[in-house]
């Protein structure tokens, strides 16, 4: 039963430069939400995805947007990079916004911005 | 603003002793809480969850829940070197379909 699967592992880009981030969720979920986690710091929300529609959002800029696809798979884009972007950006999955269990995450995107 | 609060540490024990990891929230209204292990460079990784007030216990692990005192807490019997780690505590508020983390607490188990 594969997990939460993200890609790339890793990513250096410049400041300016758009990115965009993969995620595929666990089997037999449905949902996804993309959280930015800063050094030393708790993992802060972004977005999440249900039925291919933003259901909520963090306190994030409009740079940031995302994408469900219909097999629940998603994107999540970053445009004009800024060197505070820099962060461990993970996927979480869910079936449905979980009492089940909580979130399953992937093992994050790692995004370097120089 | 529904918030999540937690001692950053780090929190010292020694091996085979009892850690003691707390959490606050800031809003009644949460249905869902949980805690996660998240080892240095890695993502998180949830280990226990707890919806009804009272103690929660698997394995070593024990989470307790207040929701009067709007507190939950994670106790880890029998501490290992390999238990550190940064502990996030995390809260389910159903009204906003989001997972709100703290900003975790670092462990470091001495052998």
């Known amino acids: 039963d594969a997990g939460v699967t993200q890609s790339p592992t890793h990513l250096i880009k410049t400041r300016g430069q758009q990115v965009t981030l993969r995620c595929s969720p666990k089997?037999?979920?449905?949902?996804v939400s993309w959280y930015q986690q800063a050094l030393g710091q708790g993992p802060q929300f972004i977005f999440q995805?249900?039925?291919?529609?933003?259901?909520q959002r963090g306190n994030f800029p409009d740079r940031f947007s995302g994408h469900q696809f219909p097999n629940y798979s998603s994107e999540l884009n970053v445009n004009a990079l800024l060197l505070g972007d820099s962060a461990l950006y993970l996927c979480a999955s869910s079936s449905s916004p979980g009492r089940s269990g909580g979130y399953t995450f992937g093992s994050g995107t790692r995004l370097t911005v120089v | 603003q529904k918030e999540v609060e937690q001692n950053s540490g780090p929190l010292s024990v020694p091996e085979g002793a009892i850690a003691s990891l707390n959490c606050t929230y800031s809003d009644r209204g949460s249905q869902s809480f949980f805690w996660y292990r998240q080892y240095s460079g890695k993502s998180p990784e949830l280990i226990m969850f707890i919806y009804s007030n009272g103690d929660k216990e698997d394995g070593r692990f024990t989470a307790q829940l207040n929701k009067a005192s709007q507190y939950v807490s994670l106790l880890i019997r029998d501490s290992q070197p390999s238990d550190s780690a940064t502990y996030l505590c995390?809260?389910?508020?159903?009204?906003?379909?989001?997972?709100?983390f703290g900003k975790g607490t670092l462990l470091t188990v001495n052998p």
């Open positions: 089997s037999g979920h449905d949902t």
């Open positions: 995390a809260v389910w508020w159903g009204s906003n379909y989001k997972l709100t």
């Open positions: 995805y249900y039925e291919e529609e933003e259901r």
